[in-house]
């Protein structure tokens, strides 16, 4: 400390042992880019790797990571450099859902600039309303899944991974993924309703997601490609529609077997004559 402290005071001191500018007095306008990037570095000092294990994790769904989080000293200005291999064997992450909810939980905090502040600021004045669905945390998706009536499934998004910023920004996250989360039984046709509606509400008042144009419901399958062509006849017998397709690949009929089909044919009302001429003569 004392060496750099003659370095800056010594007049033979190099232009950068002083400030950019050459000068011992830092100007205004170094000064504000002092102070932007203590600002920054701030910033980063807000998040560090207590706040990520304690408030951060748990506010995504994912405090079953906290030990291992807290135990690597993984902080704000390491999130954006953790790779798979990273979260799979240090961080023990090794569910790949978990993972694509923690890659959009720093999307949202890269989104504030790690503005720890804002973030908090945001969530307090979207705890009532439905808006600013991207900073909503994990209870703060339970707490909607409440007011929308379906409490007996609210329970089972502790510890999932859920939260704003993985409805808001993930294109490929619908209903139907939340309504697995949710555990909603298939038969249950009400609940699944009313989760879809509320859903769809949800995009379009708290978030910048679009509803696809294109519905499930509305999709109409075209004509069988096997219709288009028309009836074949095998060796004189027309076949109907139905049946050539019930045929097996390799099938062909032959004239032996159709003589036989005859006299079987044949055959048969031939007993039912003589049985008829039985019962009539008797």
Not at 203 to 215: F, H, P, S, Y
Not at 246 to 270: E, H, I, N, W, Y
Request: aromatic share 8%; with cysteine.
């Amino acid at each position: 400390a004392i060496q750099e402290m003659v370095s800056l005071t010594s007049p033979s001191a190099p232009p950068t042992s002083r400030t950019p500018s050459g000068n011992v007095w830092v100007t205004h306008e170094e000064m504000e880019n002092l102070t932007s990037a203590a600002r920054m570095t701030l910033a980063y000092g807000d998040m560090n790797h207590e706040w990520i294990g304690n408030e951060w994790l748990p506010s995504l769904g994912l405090p079953q990571y906290r030990s291992y989080f807290m135990e690597c000293l993984v902080d704000a200005r390491m999130l954006d450099h953790l790779t798979k291999k990273d979260l799979r064997i240090h961080l023990k992450m090794v569910d790949s859902f978990h993972r694509t909810s923690l890659q959009y939980g720093i999307m949202c905090l890269k989104r504030l600039n790690y503005d720890r502040k804002e973030l908090e600021k945001r969530r307090e004045l979207s705890q009532h309303e439905i808006k600013d669905a991207i900073v909503w945390s994990n209870d703060r998706v339970i707490r909607w899944i409440l007011s929308i009536g379906l409490r007996d499934y609210a329970n089972n998004l502790t510890e999932s991974g859920v939260h704003g910023a993985l409805l808001a920004l993930d294109e490929n996250f619908n209903y139907s993924s939340l309504a697995l989360i949710l555990q909603i039984p298939t038969q249950n046709t009400q609940a699944r309703q009313v989760l879809e509606r509320e859903y769809n509400n949800l995009l379009a008042l708290g978030t910048e997601r679009t509803l696809d144009d294109t519905n499930e419901k509305d999709f109409q399958r075209g004509p069988s490609w096997r219709k288009q062509f028309p009836p074949r006849e095998v060796h004189g017998i027309s076949m109907m529609p139905g049946s050539s397709e019930t045929l097996p690949a390799g099938f062909r009929l032959t004239t032996t077997s159709t003589k036989r089909a005859s006299d079987v044919a044949s055959s048969g009302m031939q007993r039912i004559d003589n049985s008829t001429i039985r019962t009539y003569s008797c």
